[in-house]
């Protein structure tokens, strides 16, 4: 397989955001541009300003909480190091009009779902 260039990811990156209606993390993605951790903060901002779906936010800690997204591609480097304090999330997601739905039980612990209510990212 050719390996594409720089500019040939850029404009694929382009062609999915502007025609395909991706979000700019969905798009880069698409086009194979590597995944860079800029921390769990980071993270969570940008799961919801390119309004991923649904959002949960795992463990039973009152204070801290692991930030996962299992409706779309997740890193994992975020998989193993996003974890962030509860009430900060609990407040961006509220902010960027995230509803709890409820809790999902799983092998690998207890999660919080969080789901975006505003309008889709293509209206």
């Given at each position: 397989?050719?390996?594409?260039?720089?500019?040939?990811?850029?404009?694929?990156?382009a062609?999915?955001?502007?025609?395909?209606?991706?979000?700019?993390?969905?798009?880069?993605?698409?086009?194979?541009?590597?995944?860079?951790?800029?921390?769990?903060?980071?993270?969570?901002?940008?799961?919801?300003?390119?309004?991923?779906?649904?959002?949960?936010?795992?463990?039973?800690?009152?204070?801290?909480?692991?930030?996962?997204?299992?409706?779309?591609?997740?890193?994992?480097?975020?998989?193993?190091?996003?974890?962030?304090?509860?009430?900060?999330g609990?407040?961006?997601?509220?902010?960027?009009?995230?509803?709890?739905?409820?809790?999902?039980?799983?092998?690998?612990?207890?999660?919080?779902?969080?789901?975006?209510?505003?309008?889709?990212?293509?209206?």
């Amino acid at each position: 397989m050719k390996q594409l260039s720089l500019f040939a990811m850029e404009e694929r990156a382009a062609i999915a955001e502007f025609h395909g209606g991706a979000s700019r993390r969905k798009s880069e993605q698409i086009a194979g541009f590597p995944y860079t951790y800029r921390g769990s903060e980071n993270y969570l901002l940008e799961l919801v300003q390119s309004r991923e779906p649904l959002i949960h936010l795992g463990g039973e800690n009152p204070h801290i909480c692991k930030i996962r997204t299992f409706s779309s591609y997740e890193p994992e480097i975020c998989k193993q190091r996003a974890w962030i304090d509860r009430g900060w999330g609990i407040q961006a997601l509220s902010e960027y009009k995230y509803t709890r739905k409820g809790t999902l039980n799983t092998e690998s612990g207890r999660f919080e779902i969080w789901h975006f209510e505003g309008p889709s990212i293509s209206e």
